[in-house]
């Protein structure tokens, strides 16, 4: 299997529990998973749904906290992020919006995952599913 790289411009979305209104549940992330998995879709390119069992590989580009000075923002490039939104969360966003006969049909199929939140100036998600061996 061939591995396709996937990339979502933007700062990384964590997934947010739903919410309760009035005596009905609702997403507050609809439209921003609705997006995402639109950007994915044209991404994939009418290719197979992938099937299991996956491994993904994820990596989170977070921008910049606001307390560092532009001069020494360079120095962040590629180390660590260590703060909010969890890496948990920010995986199972990606999980969703992969789901629904989008690259596959059900997030379940993941076996492994590999994962990482790292500083950069051009906030973005990019992932990619190989065949977990």
Wanted: glycine share 2%; charged share 25%; net charge positive.
């Amino acid at each position: 299997m061939k591995s396709k790289v996937y990339t979502i411009n933007g700062n990384p979305i964590p997934l947010a529990r739903a919410r309760l209104f009035k005596q009905k549940v609702y997403d507050p992330q609809r439209n921003k998973k609705l997006v995402a998995s639109i950007d994915v879709v044209s991404q994939h390119d009418d290719e197979p749904l992938l099937t299991g069992p996956l491994h993904l590989d994820v990596t989170f580009y977070m921008k910049y906290p606001s307390s560092i000075a532009k001069s020494r923002q360079l120095t962040y490039q590629g180390k660590p992020h260590q703060t909010i939104p969890d890496l948990s969360n920010l995986i199972k966003f990606i999980e969703d919006i992969c789901s629904n006969d989008v690259v596959y049909h059900d997030d379940c199929i993941i076996s492994s995952i590999t994962s990482k939140k790292v500083y950069d100036a051009n906030p973005r998600t990019e992932f990619y599913f190989t065949e977990a061996i």
